[in-house]
T-cell receptor, first 114, second 115 residues
Framework: EAQVTQNPRYLITVTGKKLTVTCSQN?????MSWYRQDPGLGLRQIYY???????DKGDVPEGYKVSRKEKRNFPLILESPSPNQTSLYFC?????????????FGPGTRLTVT | AQSVSQHNHHVILSEAASLELGCNYS??????LFWYVQYPGQHLQLLLK??????LVKGIKGFEAEFIKSKFSFNLRKPSVQWSDTAEYFC?????????????FGGGTRVLVKP
């Protein structure tokens, strides 16, 4: 089954404790992206990756890091989480190339930073 | 930068009522348009999409949307809602020429359908 998976689904942590949220897709997609969802603001893009070893900032990259060492994985790293990063996070993937392709979303990770 | 506005933050309806959710975007060039739905506790699902062609697009679960280029709008409609349509709805826009694969989302509209 074609899917995007994220782990963990729920996470409660404390300020300053480094964490990683994993994202994996089994569709051989070139493009992957992270969004955060906050009430009234919709989803905002954090980082994206056009392919392996190619990443770039989205609209709200501060406080986050990403890496793309393998095509299927795109982890989101919070080196020193703060309470304002409490949010619902979604990973998405799509085919790349010339033109836009439909994005497939993961199930979301609800992060609480206390 | 492109932006997307959804006019209503909350909508409360009774079953069998008609639903229309507004969406306006700021970019004047070629756009790809989407409506996503998020049921309580679930992830985003694509309801429908517009890339080109007929501006009246039909999606899943009886939803449709109309692209009106002159008004920069892509409103979502359903003639008769059901309790199971209770969800949050997001309009999203892609301008591939300017922003590659990036999707810009509206703030969402929470729809509550009362049985």
């Amino acid at each position: 089954e074609a899917q995007v998976t994220q782990n963990p689904r729920y996470l409660i942590t404390v300020t300053g404790k480094k964490l990683t949220v994993t994202c994996s897709q089994n569709m051989n997609h070139e493009y992957m992206s992270w969004y955060r969802q906050d009430p009234g603001l919709g989803l905002r893009q954090i980082y994206y990756s056009m392919n392996v070893e190619v990443t770039d900032k989205g609209d709200v990259p501060e406080g986050y890091k990403v890496s793309r060492k393998e095509k299927r994985n795109f982890p989101l790293i919070l080196e020193s989480p703060s309470p304002n990063q409490t949010s619902l996070y979604f990973c998405a993937s799509s085919s790349g190339g010339a033109g836009f392709y439909e994005q497939y979303f993961g199930p979301g990770t609800r992060l609480t930073v206390t | 930068a492109q932006s997307v506005s959804q006019h209503n933050h909350h909508v409360i309806l009774s079953e069998a009522a008609s639903l229309e959710l507004g969406c306006n975007y700021s970019y004047g060039g070629t756009v790809n348009l989407f409506w996503y739905v998020q049921y309580p506790g679930q992830h985003l699902q694509l309801l429908l999409k517009y890339f080109s062609g007929d501006p009246l697009v039909k999606g899943i679960k009886g939803f449709e949307a109309e692209f009106i280029k002159s008004k920069f709008s892509f409103n979502l409609r359903k003639p008769s809602v059901q309790w199971s349509d209770t969800a949050e709805y997001f309009c999203a826009v892609n301008n591939f020429e300017a922003a590659g694969n990036k999707l810009t989302f509206g703030g969402g509209t929470r729809v509550l359908v009362k049985p």
